[in-house]
Structure formats: C-alpha cells, structure tokens
C-alpha cells in the first residue's frame, strides 16, 4: 500500500497524536521558529499549510507547505524515526513538486541559515534554499 500525501486541514484526534509523535524527536532546529512542536502543529493546522504522508490510516511524516504567489516554500519536513529510511520523506518531497509544477510554481526548501544537510538536500534535488 502506498504513502498517499494530504493536505491536513480537519485533523482527526488520531492525526493530531500522529503529528505530535512525528515531531516530538525533530531537532531544535526543524521546529524554529516556533517555540515549540504544539505551537509547530497549531500554526501549521491553523493556516492550512500542513502536508502529511498516511499509510494504513497513520500520518508518518509531515511538512510546512506554504503557498505565495510566485512561489510555494516547503518547510518543517520531518518524518517519524521509526520510519525514516522507507521513502516517506521523499514522498512528500516529490508530492510537493508535482503540485507546484502543476500549479505553476517554483518549490523553494527552507530551513534555518546555513544548515548544511539542508542545502545539500536542495542542491541534491536542484532547488532554491529560503531561510526560515
């Protein structure tokens, strides 16, 4: 069964515990510039921009998918430990593109100034960077 990628904009309390779990070992660093993960998702749930990788009916990771006029910035991507290595993280990555493409709008990554895996991932996938 595949990862199938949603916009979350009426979470379930299930999803909010997913989302809780998916960023609750994220580094300092994923979540700024918020001051913590409840006020990450609050935001996030509160303006629409979450996109969200489910599997059997479970979020496994999720991202900041901010839409401007003339681009859409992808931010906050994180995916459950357990889950990391399997393509979810890519997933969501590529989902991001294909609907940005589709919409006629460059993908920007951001991430905190010069964090490094960061840029490499954006320069990897031939993406302009944004600070957060």
């Not at 990450?40 to 979450?50: A, H, K, V």
């Not at 003339?70 to 294909?98: F, I, K, M, P």
Request: hydrophobic share 45%.
């Amino acid at each position: 069964m595949p990862v199938i990628v949603e916009a979350v904009s009426a979470p379930s309390e299930q999803d909010r515990t997913d989302l809780a779990k998916i960023y609750a070992d994220a580094p300092a660093w994923l979540i700024a510039p918020h001051a913590d993960v409840d006020s990450l998702i609050d935001t996030c749930l509160g303006d629409g921009t979450f996109i969200a990788g489910r599997f059997n009916d479970r979020l496994l990771g999720a991202g900041r998918l901010q839409k401007y006029t003339d681009r859409w910035v992808l931010s906050h991507l994180c995916v459950r430990r357990v889950t990391r290595g399997r393509g979810v993280g890519r997933r969501l990555l590529d989902e991001a593109r294909r609907m940005a493409f589709e919409a006629g709008k460059p993908l920007h990554l951001a991430a905190p100034d010069g964090h490094l895996e960061s840029q490499a991932l954006a320069a990897r996938l031939q993406l302009p960077m944004e600070s957060l």
